[in-house]
């Protein structure tokens, strides 16, 4: 169900709004982004892979590719027997199942290697709107956060009562990753931590799914034990020897026997299956740069450029000294159509608190790409 809120937990404060923001197939989207022509078709991104040849695991596999059998973790030959490659890719025109040459298999699938860095430059920009949108954010991964947004939507339904106001703020932040950054994400909205992970894994990929305080525990029920956040494959088999088949089973099942099987986990994740779960979002560590970027709708000139650039700037230092932040190096992003990410940076001889010199660097490090049209420019302060 997207975008819509469902029914589904009883926490100790049942004002608190928690979004759970998850990258849709993120390396494979990451992709997409370098390479439009992908989108839509089966992509595998390989770690250890590369281009031409069978070795390597497969990272992560978009929803087309997994139709194929496709999986994260599987080895690359085993996934090329499942999905061959594609015409475009080299060494398409062997039989990678016979190792017999052949006129060219039936084209199907893309393979591409893994880019850390390239998908950490994605993951950076998305991490600058989640800081945005929220006061506290803890981040778990290159492609999964928490957000606390409590102080800045409610659980109110909006004006025309068809949905929530802390829905509509979720709607945003996940419009705003779509149009700045060009990925998708699912969101999940609800009262708890444990309870947003699984509203945003229960309706992938592009999903916006919303649990309302009280709701929790109902929604839930009917779930595979394995949705409750905590239980991996290796719980859910003990539990399922103990006939706990659903998070509704988990709910009802007797502290004891599950203080037994399990230890002091059981109680805590029956506490879970219930909706309860008073743990906040704490920040994942104090922030190491400070960066904002702009996206232009059309590819920019010069002027442009140096005018956003600028604008930038003052904006970065405003927020470091907001923070009582200093900084010892200043950095900018150049995005060159259709995706050719630069960053150039300058190291100080002290860390500093000086708005003036973070636009006076900023411009010098920009003047590199004059003449260059820009898809996407940012300035950052780092070591702070």
């Known amino acids: 169900m997207s975008g819509g809120t469902l029914p589904g937990v009883g926490t100790d404060d ?47 596999a978009s929803y087309e590719a997994r139709a194929f059998g496709v999986e994260s973790a599987q080895p690359i030959s085993q996934a090329l027997e499942l999905l061959p490659r594609a015409g475009d890719d080299p060494g398409a025109g062997v039989d990678v199942a016979s190792g017999d040459d052949t006129d060219e298999p039936e084209p199907r699938g893309y393979y591409r290697p893994v880019d850390l860095d390239y998908y950490q430059s994605v993951a950076d920009e998305i991490a600058t709107i ?48 779509a149009a700045e950054v060009g990925v998708p994400a699912s969101v999940g909205v609800a009262p708890n931590m444990s309870a947003a992970k699984i509203a945003s894994d229960h309706d992938k990929p592009d999903g916006l799914v919303v649990i309302e305080p009280g709701e929790v525990a109902s929604f839930l029920a009917p779930l595979p034990v394995e949705s409750v956040h905590g239980v991996g494959p290796v719980t859910a088999d003990r539990l399922g020897e103990m006939g706990i088949e659903t998070a509704g089973d988990l709910a009802a099942a007797g502290p004891a026997a599950l203080r037994s099987a399990l230890g002091s986990r059981g109680p805590e994740l029956r ?104 898809r996407k420019v940012g300035v950052r302060v780092s070591n702070l």
């Open 14 to 60: 049942p004002s608190r709004i928690v979004l759970h923001v998850d990258m849709d197939c993120f390396y494979a989207s990451c992709e997409r982004l370098r390479e439009p022509a992908l989108r839509g078709e089966p992509l595998v991104v390989g770690m250890g892979y590369e281009p031409g040849e069978t070795f390597g695991a497969v990272a992560t």
């Open 271 to 374: 506490a879970r299956a219930r909706g309860v779960d008073d743990r906040e979002v704490t920040p994942t560590g104090r922030p190491k740069s400070l960066s904002r970027e702009s996206a232009f709708g059309d590819p920019a000139d010069d002027e442009a450029k140096r005018e956003t650039v600028a604008a930038l700037a003052s904006d970065v230092a405003a927020r470091a000294r907001s923070r009582g932040a200093t900084y010892r190096t200043i950095g900018v992003k150049v995005v060159i159509p259709p995706y050719d990410v630069n960053t150039r940076e300058r190291s100080l001889s002290g860390p500093v608190d000086a708005p003036d010199l973070v636009e006076q660097v900023a411009l010098e490090l920009l003047s590199e790409f004059e003449g260059d049209p820009a």
């Open 130 to 177: 989640l800081a945005e949108c929220a006061d506290v954010v803890r981040k778990v991964s290159i492609d999964e956060a928490y957000l606390d947004v409590t102080d800045r939507t409610a659980w109110e339904y909006a004006a025309d009562g068809e949905r929530t106001l802390a829905e509509g703020y979720a709607r945003h932040v996940k419009s705003r990753i």
